[in-house]
């Protein structure tokens, strides 16, 4: 989205790919679509498509411009393993990526069976990186917790779990391989209720 981010556990943002669709309970209250949403129409803006899906080319040399080293969030209005975004074009993403070492970057993502076969695959140059942290998020028992078995399965040099918006029990977690783990609940209208329990 920008530079600045407004997150509490990243620098700046980078957008190179805007737009997904929603995949499991986790996705209920997307702020990025929310975000997107608000500005479908408005001539010029750079969500005037909404949160459809697309790819932002002009956006992929970015981080090879910020001279000073940064947290980066990587699509943080997006989501890098959408089945709709080309193989090629992933590979592109983390070329830049491993070019532009300086930085340190955060890979988020909630489609974690297309993480591990990219990351076993096309994109092994880049698994191993230790400037590129590898991440899935887990927010219920269901759909959350199988992701961290696929994430063990690549290698990651740094593996790290978004545990949030958490919306159930999740019990005690397989940390083994994991080096950074996240927790939150859900904020904003309509906020569901998480547990102190679940957290401990
Ligand atoms: S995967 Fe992420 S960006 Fe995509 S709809 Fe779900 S919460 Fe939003």
């Not at 089945?83 to 955060?106: F, L, N, R, S």
């Not at 096309?122 to 887990?138: E, K, Y």
């Not at 740094?158 to 159930?168: D, K, N, Q, T």
């Amino acid at each position: 989205m920008s530079v600045q981010s407004h997150i509490e556990w990243t620098d700046a943002t980078w957008n190179p790919i805007r737009g997904c669709t929603k995949i499991s309970p986790g996705c209920k209250h997307c702020y990025a679509e929310t975000f997107a949403e608000r500005f479908r129409g408005v001539k010029g803006h750079p969500y005037e498509q909404g949160f459809d899906i697309r790819l932002v080319p002009e956006k992929l040399a970015e981080p090879l411009r910020w001279r000073t080293p940064k947290m980066i969030f990587v699509n943080s209005m997006s989501d890098l393993f959408h089945d709709q975004i080309p193989e090629g074009y992933i590979a592109e993403v983390a070329g830049v990526m491993c070019a532009a070492k300086w930085h340190t970057y955060q890979v988020l993502t909630k489609r974690s069976g297309r993480l591990r076969r990219l990351l076993n695959t096309t994109l092994a140059f880049a698994a191993d990186q230790p400037h590129i942290w590898w991440g899935v998020s887990v927010e219920d028992r269901k759909y959350g917790v199988p992701r961290i078995d696929d994430l063990r399965a690549t290698e990651a040099a740094v593996r790290f779990l978004s545990v949030e918006p958490l919306i159930g029990d999740v019990g005690i977690l397989n940390l083994k391989g994991i080096h950074w783990v996240i927790v939150g609940g859900e904020s904003g209208h309509g906020a569901r209720y998480m547990h102190r329990d679940w957290v401990i």
